[in-house]
């Protein structure tokens, strides 16, 4: 949560400043505004989603949880590939698409929409991660967790914008990223164990290892380490080869060096 509030900080920080910058600081509470709507549409989608599964029978909100689960591991994937991307000219694209909304006279719908999109697109990631981790995890932890995310990204995003504080970008989300694809390879295991407890998925349920009695699932560090990595400590064939598979390709991936040429679209001179 952390990483997503400053993900959506620095596109709304990026803003704010430019509007500043260029005279336009009437506009700041068009930003507002986009930010607003972005939070309440993220919310009604997370409670929309939640009433939905309990609606359902035992093996049909398995089913619906295991779905879930996958687009979580589908967006966070997408989300740390397209920022790493996206990091090198996300600011000029920006200013360059504020300049374009003034020119058209359409400056203070456009920047509600630009913020509300930037912020919505956070948030229904935000949403769909939150509910698989709830999933794997019923204590306290996780919501709190969430909560302190939250309030550091948005004390962090004042202070960005303010210029109080300097962030080293691409660093920052290289280290976030490598963390974000091993919940994600987490998450996966646990959509195959949802899945085969809707029935829908049957294979390599042979156990590979028991540990716990060394480690319960129910103790502090058990807890923690289920509801952010997906810990189990009797994990089957298929879930830890889906783990594995999934982590060594991905971090491949976002660890090899980028091709030249494999550059996000340059910023307007």
Aim: hydrophobic share 55%.
């Amino acid at each position: 949560m952390l990483r997503e509030g400053i993900e959506a900080a620095l596109i709304v920080g990026i803003i704010a400043s430019y509007l500043s910058q260029t005279g336009r600081r009437s506009f700041i509470p068009a930003v507002i505004v986009g930010i607003l709507l972005a939070v309440a549409a993220s919310l009604f989608a997370g409670a929309a989603l939640q009433l939905i599964a309990a609606e359902f029978p035992q093996k049909q909100q398995e089913l619906f949880e295991g779905i879930v689960g996958a687009i979580a591991v589908i967006v966070l994937t997408g989300m740390v590939f397209w920022m790493r991307r996206a990091s090198k000219s996300i600011k000029g694209q920006l200013h360059a698409s504020i300049d374009a909304a003034f020119d058209g006279n359409v400056g203070g719908w456009a920047l509600v929409g630009m913020v509300f999109l930037a912020v919505a697109r956070e948030g229904l990631e935000s949403v769909f991660f939150l509910l698989a981790i709830f999933q794997q995890s019923r204590s306290w932890h996780a919501p709190i967790g969430a909560l302190l995310g939250v309030i550091v990204s948005v004390v962090l995003g004042y202070c960005l914008y303010r210029g109080g504080l300097r962030l080293h970008v691409k660093r920052f989300f290289h280290y976030t990223g490598i963390f974000i694809l091993i919940v994600a390879a987490g998450l996966l295991a646990g959509v195959l164990r949802k899945f085969h407890e809707a029935g829908v998925w049957n294979h390599g349920q042979q156990v590979v290892f028991d540990i716990s009695e060394k480690l319960p699932m129910d103790s502090p560090l058990g807890a923690v380490l289920s509801g952010i990595l997906g810990y189990q400590a009797t994990p089957v064939i298929s879930e830890v080869i889906a783990y594995v598979i999934f982590l060594c390709v991905v971090l491949y991936l976002f660890l090899r060096p980028e091709p030249a040429g494999e550059h996000a679209i340059k910023p307007a001179q």
